[in-house]
């Protein structure tokens, strides 16, 4: 028997973003949608699976949208749409031909669909040349389109593109609900709700730091001898750490958490784990307090924050960790630019 529609797909499945579904359920309803929409919010917060909720409900061939087994529907499920165009920045950023190809594509009318879609991920990553360029279109959008601009970091975009969209913002997942959805990926439930305490709302980070559970571990045994590596292990360490940008992302989140537990034991070994996520290491987060001096982790703690925050920016991740990793008392280290 086919699944009810109305419980399969819809924006109720977005969870914990009450403000957002309201918003969206009330475009529907009026029939008013505007051309230009701004979602705004960390990753993993819901924002593309609202996206494709509403393409799929401003397209969908069934009475009670979205049905998620028309036509339409199951070309936006399965991204194969002709009128859903999707851009993303290419080495983290996207760049003017990219808009010029979108362009291309919008002087024609939509092949199948009632209404066509234009989705930005990471709109921050516009260069300037490509966001005035999209900047001209949403003041004469085509017919029949709308556009929607994704990103973490709406501050970033020029304010002449925010004045012309209509900003909805998702919200972190509540801890107690995220915890709830990692338990199933998770050994048990404490490492359900510390996973979801160091992922701050965010679902995608929360899994991903399930997944690398064993990551965690080696880490806290590695640094219970102390910060000076040999070179070569510590080059080792580096590559390991650093298998690609969203590895690398997961790498630095459980360096920053282990030091700052380092940091405490360094304080006061009596002291409880900050997040619960290294609970299970107590002994190795002792022996690394005993080794590593409060003002060694803090420094620590202060380049891993450094490298996280040019991680969207054209950095080389490998020679980043290299730097931290082969220099641990140098604590002028930058982050290599590519």
């Known amino acids: 028997m086919d699944s009810d529609p109305q419980t399969a797909y819809g924006f109720h499945l977005l969870e914990g973003q009450s403000p957002a579904i309201r918003t969206l359920e009330g475009m529907r309803v009026s029939g008013r949608l505007p051309q230009g929409l701004l979602f705004s919010g960390m990753p993993g917060t819901g924002k593309s699976l609202a996206a494709r909720t509403l393409m799929m409900v401003e397209n969908c061939r069934d009475s009670e949208a979205p049905c998620g087994h028309c036509r339409s529907c199951r070309k936006i499920l399965m ?13 983290g950023v996207i760049r003017i031909d990219m808009i010029r190809k979108m362009i291309e594509q919008l002087i024609r009318k939509p092949h199948e669909a009632r209404k066509r879609f234009v989705l930005l991920e990471d709109a921050h990553a516009m260069n300037r040349e490509a966001a005035n360029a999209l900047l001209k279109v949403l003041e004469e959008p085509p017919d029949a389109t709308s556009f929607i601009l994704m990103t973490p970091e709406p501050q970033r975009l020029l304010e002449t593109i925010r004045s012309r969209c209509q900003e909805i913002r998702f919200l972190p997942m509540p801890v107690k609900t995220l915890a709830e959805k990692l338990r199933p990926m998770a050994e048990d439930d404490a490492a359900a709700m510390s996973a979801a305490r160091l992922a701050c709302g965010n679902l995608l980070l929360g899994q991903s730091l399930i997944r690398e559970d064993h990551k965690r571990k080696i880490l806290a045994r590695i640094f ?12 080792a360490l580096s590559e390991w750490l650093t298998p690609d940008r969203s590895g690398t992302e997961i790498s630095l989140i459980l360096m920053e958490g282990l030091f700052r537990d380092i940091c405490l034991a360094a304080t006061d070994a009596n002291v409880l784990c900050i997040h619960g996520l290294f609970d299970d290491c107590r002994q190795e987060i002792t022996e690394a307090g ?21 991680m969207d920016q054209n950095i080389l991740p490998r020679l980043a960790m290299d730097a931290i990793l082969m220099n641990p008392d140098n604590a002028a280290c930058r982050c290599p630019a590519a």
Do not use: T, V
């Not at 991204?79 to 080495?91: E, G, R, S, T």
């Not at 001898?225 to 510590?234: I, M, N, T, Y």
């Not at 001096?293 to 925050?309: G, K, N, S, V, Y």
């Open 224 to 235: 219970s001898h102390g910060l000076s590596l040999e070179p070569a292990k510590a080059l």
């Open 79 to 91: 991204d194969q749409h002709p009128d859903f165009i999707a851009i993303q920045p290419l080495n």
């Open 290 to 310: 005993k080794k590593i001096l409060p003002e060694q982790a803090m420094d620590m703690i202060q380049r891993i924050r450094d490298m996280r925050r040019h």
